[in-house]
């Protein structure tokens, strides 16, 4: 391959090439590296500091805006609605993170332990829900969850009328319903996480556990965890931030609702800015949202960090 | 390792629950899918594949997929054009301002859609481009390039330098390198890559809900949300219009499932 490019007549340019190894790239990398900034920059920097600029001003998108200072940001502590979205979010972030790293720890634990046969397949199916639209899992939950749906259906066959309801349109369950899709969607991606990590534990450490006496709990406890925590850490923060951005599942099952009881931050973003022209609040709500983000990944690493050292 | 032969069957056991309870919602929709869409259709039998082709008409999903198409196309040529050069860069060489840069790019990675759809919205309104591919586009190469950049990075980083100072030598300029030599060689990254890319960009909701407000541009899972909400009634239709939506990124997955695991792993890993 080398053979084939032809050697630089320029003689200024052998020389710069001959330099020996910390020499600087003069302007090539900045020229490299422009157009991939600029896109950046414009549609995904500048916004955000449009945002913050937004989140100061009381705008219904279309006459003159006024400055309210941090009004927008006093009422996320005061607004009932906005505080159940919050609410709700770190409700998802049960069902989203919490739930499916316990549930995967153990089920990637248990398939360690024993090297069955068929697990290359077992990854690809429970990895299935990631690569589904958000809005096909959606769609495919309403129908299950639906008054006549097969969840229901199974419950009366099963003789248990009395828990039939309507999952989504119930003010006590819905929330915990739509929950339950995201831990259906996070625990596959979760497992393989974890498998991989557990894959790395040197099998003379379960020998050795082992010889000593050592049962499942003692073995799950004293090694598999502390041999997975930059596994979990990772799993944690990857599904933390997916269940606080949650909004086309929100959106298509059930809007928020019944009442506001499954609404989130991300649809009241939508909500604010695109159905009641209340812009600068729907800023507010998307720059707060941003910095929980950034917070909890960083706390989460932070922690994490801890742990390891 | 020696495990009883009990374990071992109740190792299978969870496997195969786990499996059923992962497949039971998609088997659910895919049934539905076939199932008649009405009572006339009820007469006819319970098998009706028929149903794809009029969710396909009735949803528009031929006009939908089009979009989807064509802004996954832009997106995913974008991005990896943008994001060869830009890991090019940070991955090989040595410059002033590499590492705050490089962190600007990587905070990207996290900065949530909610945050800036509202401003692009208004800004790109008020410059008539919204309703337009470059609206829809545009925001998610932004969003692309930040991961693009920390991945092209990462393989950069891993070329021998040996390599490059021989091509050097040869007196190849930066462009000739990249192309000539590194592209070649790093084609499984870049698949990786773009196969990410793809399904993000097809799979992506708030960004051509927000951007598209008439919908001239709406794309495949948008044309799926706005037909359920038309077709209240039946619910065999939708579950076709489901399956169709589904269905590229699904079958892609079957193809490469490799560079998907592999790039959603260690996609989320930090060096």
């Known amino acids: ?309 | 390792m020696k495990v009883r032969r009990t374990e071992r069957l109740l190792n299978y056991f969870v496997l195969i629950i786990f499996s059923l309870i992962v497949l039971a919602p998609i088997f659910t929709i895919v049934v539905g899918a076939f199932a008649p869409a009405d009572a006339k259709a009820a007469q006819q039998g319970s098998f009706h594949p028929e149903n794809f082709l009029t969710a396909w008409h009735e949803g528009r999903f031929g006009q939908y997929m089009t979009t989807s198409v064509l802004v996954a196309i832009v997106v995913v040529t974008l991005t990896v054009v943008l994001s060869l050069f830009s890991g090019y860069a940070f991955g090989t060489m040595t410059f002033r301002g590499r590492e705050v840069l490089f962190y600007t790019f990587l905070l990207g990675i996290m900065i949530p859609a909610e945050a800036v759809v509202i401003p692009l919205f208004f800004d790109l309104r008020s410059l008539g481009l919204t309703d337009t591919i470059w609206a829809v586009a545009l925001p998610q190469v932004a969003q692309s390039v930040a991961f693009g950049t920390y991945w092209m990075r990462t393989y950069f980083k891993g070329v021998s330098p040996s390599i490059l100072d021989a091509a050097r030598m040869d007196g190849a300029t930066p462009q000739r390198i990249l192309w000539s030599i590194l592209v070649p060689m790093g084609r499984p990254a870049i698949t990786t890559m773009v196969v990410l890319v793809f399904m993000w960009t097809w799979n992506e909701f708030l960004i051509p809900l927000v951007m598209s407000p008439t919908g001239a541009f709406r794309t495949a899972p948008l044309g799926l949300a706005f037909f359920q909400g038309q077709y209240t009634q039946g619910t065999a239709l939708l579950a076709a219009g489901a399956v169709l939506v589904a269905l590229p990124v699904v079958m892609l997955y079957f193809i490469l499932q490799r560079h998907f695991i592999k790039g959603m792993l260690e996609g989320s890993i930090k060096e």
Do not use: C
Not at chain 1, 201 to 212: G, H, M, N, T, V
Not at chain 1, 261 to 284: H, I, K, M, N, Q
């Open chain 1, 1 to 309: 391959m080398l053979t084939s490019l032809k050697p630089a007549s320029d003689p200024v340019r052998q020389t710069a090439a001959r330099r020996p190894r910390g020499r600087r790239h003069g302007a090539t990398p900045y020229h490299f590296i422009l157009p991939a900034f600029l896109i950046y920059a414009a549609f995904l920097l500048y916004p955000l500091g449009r945002a913050v600029h937004l989140s100061l001003f009381e705008w219904d998108g279309l006459s003159l805006a006024t400055f309210v200072g941090l009004d927008n940001y006093v009422s996320l502590l005061s607004d009932e609605r906005l505080k159940g979205a919050f609410g709700h979010a770190l409700v998802f972030v049960f069902f989203f993170a919490v739930l499916p790293v316990g549930i995967g720890l153990v089920l990637a634990a248990v398939l360690t332990r024993a090297r069955v046969r068929g697990l290359p397949m077992f990854r690809t199916i429970v990895f299935l829900p990631q690569v589904i639209a958000m809005v096909v899992v959606a769609v495919a939950w309403r129908q299950i969850y639906a008054p006549d749906g097969v969840l229901n259906r199974t419950l009366r066959w099963a003789g248990l009328d009395s828990l039939t309801r309507a999952w989504l349109g119930d003010y006590t369950f819905s929330l915990p319903a739509v929950g339950l899709i995201g831990t259906w969607v996070t625990t596959g991606l979760v497992t393989v996480l974890l498998l991989a990590g557990m894959a790395k534990i040197p099998s003379e450490q379960f020998e050795s556990a082992r010889l000593d006496g050592a049962g499942a709990m003692r073995e799950f406890f004293a090694i598999i965890v502390p041999a997975v925590r930059a596994e979990v850490t990772v799993a944690l923060t990857l599904t933390i931030v997916v269940s606080l951005k949650t909004f086309d599942l929100v959106y298509v099952t059930t809007s928020g609702g019944p009442g506001s009881s499954t609404t989130v931050p991300s649809y009241e973003v939508y909500r604010r800015a695109f159905e009641l022209g209340e812009v600068g609040s729907a800023a507010a709500v998307g720059v707060a949202l941003t910095v929980l983000i950034f917070v909890i990944s960083f706390l989460v690493n932070r922690i994490g960090d801890r742990i390891s050292s």
